[in-house]
């Protein structure tokens, strides 16, 4: 058959990987998840980006260390069973890719409302097939292979960063004349428990904006495929934060001060397309445009990266015996883990049909978050020497993602602990499967 190479390529510098940390963060997250937030914390969204991005520092951190010390693909489902009792690292794997594929599903389909305005079309089958049409040809590049592959998502980045730098920079001359009204309320200390419900609302929106960081996790799940892993690994997780976090703040204070907090909020509610509708209020109509084809990109960028961030844990797993063993081959002629491939690109498929933008980004920051707790369990396992980052860390981000987990929906965290008991069946139903000997390293 010709298909049961094992090994992937190492073909990834820094650079490539970073961008590749960038494709799966700026996207869904600055176009999408921001006007979300808003919608539940109001003028707190500021203050819930910067919160989220505290967290998600902690947590990158302990992904970098953990990637370094373990190149292998998997990411936590890997580090789990090196380090914690298996059934541990198999709940990070199914959480991951419950998680990852509603978020890719979000992605499409945020892509597909932002084109759809775009022509001033409208209507759910419509939105719906063009997601699962943009899926398919997605799909089909990232079997082409990973070094042609990185080449479009380079390409995809690029464009999508340029067009964020445009929003921010024909915005920022509006925020600022607005910022007497909008800005400086919205960024005032005392907004944050101005209300009985203030304080749960920003803890609320930190969930769904942490979600919007964790594409650095795409890193540490080419952990197979990147040169020189102890070098690269770490600094494209912190140069990868540092850029979106401040890309994530300017479009969240430009799109504040422009129309304010509360008229951002009814935006996201109104519509998924929310910095379009802000864009339209600057001096220059063509920079809606601009943001528009930005947008598509951007979760074009995503969903590409998801699809292969997803189907290396399934390829990790699958070795590993916990997943269909046939999702363990590997193509020897481009490095492509191909079933695994078209296997998650049929589980992100079934969410596009039946999934909602809301629901589906909710239930990814509750399973996100639990995955990330796992993550920093592992951490706290490392010996001092393979510690870049000091243990503090570790706990800081174990304890915040615990307690954020639980500031969803209360039916998201339910649904989302009945998938923790659904992954505790499915292990133990393989273990009971498994054939004999020792799984694959």
Request: proline share 3%; aromatic share 8%; charged share 10%.
């Amino acid at each position: 058959m010709g298909t049961q190479a094992q090994e992937l390529h190492r073909e990834i510098g820094v650079w490539g990987a970073m961008m590749m940390g960038l494709g799966s963060i700026v996207g869904t997250g600055v176009f999408v998840s921001i006007a979300i937030a808003a919608g539940i914390a109001g003028a707190n969204v500021v203050f819930a980006i910067a919160l989220a991005a505290v967290v998600a520092i902690c947590n990158g951190l302990s992904s970098a260390q953990l990637a370094a010390n373990y190149p292998v693909s998997g990411g936590t489902y890997e580090y789990g069973y090196r380090l914690l009792p298996d059934a541990l690292g198999f709940v990070a794997g199914w959480m991951f890719l419950l998680a990852k594929s509603a978020s890719a599903a979000t992605a499409a389909l945020g892509l597909s409302g932002y084109l759809l305005l775009s022509i001033d079309q409208n209507g759910r089958f419509t939105a719906t097939a063009l997601a699962i049409a943009v899926l398919v040809l997605l799909t089909v590049f990232t079997l082409i292979g990973i070094q042609r592959t990185n080449r479009i998502n380079i390409a995809i980045v690029s464009i999508t960063l340029a067009t964020l730098l445009c929003f921010v920079a024909m915005g920022a001359p509006v925020a600022f004349a607005n910022s007497t009204e909008n800005l400086v309320d919205a960024v005032a200390l005392n907004r944050i428990f101005a209300t009985e419900d203030s304080g749960a609302s920003l803890l609320h929106a930190t969930a769904l904006m942490f979600v919007a960081y964790t594409g650095y996790g795409r890193i540490a799940t080419l952990g197979e495929e990147v040169k020189d892993p102890r070098r690269t690994i770490p600094l494209a997780v912190i140069v990868t934060l540092a850029v979106s976090m401040l890309l994530y703040l300017s479009v969240a204070l430009v799109a504040v001060g422009t129309v304010g907090a509360d008229a951002f909020a009814a935006a996201s509610k109104n519509h998924i397309a929310a910095l379009r509708i802000v864009a339209d209020q600057f001096s220059y109509a063509w920079v809606g445009i601009v943001v528009s084809i930005g947008a598509a990109t951007a979760m074009l960028g995503v969903l590409l990266n998801l699809i292969l961030g997803l189907s290396r844990v399934m390829l990790a797993m699958a070795r590993r015996k916990d997943m269909p063993q046939r999702c363990a081959s590997v193509s020897p002629s481009n490095g492509v883990p191909i079933p695994a491939t078209i296997s998650v690109a049929l589980v992100i498929g079934v969410l596009i049909l039946i999934g909602d933008i809301k629901l589906t980004w909710s239930f990814s920051a509750f399973a996100v978050l639990i995955y990330y707790s796992i993550t920093n369990l592992c951490a706290l396992r490392l010996e001092p020497a393979q510690r870049f980052f000091p243990i503090w860390t570790a706990w800081l981000g174990l304890i915040a993602c615990l307690t954020l987990a639980f500031w969803v929906d209360q039916q998201i965290w339910l649904v989302g602990l009945g998938c923790l008991a659904l992954a505790v069946v499915w292990f133990s139903i393989a273990r009971r499967l498994r054939v004999s000997g020792p799984a694959n390293p």
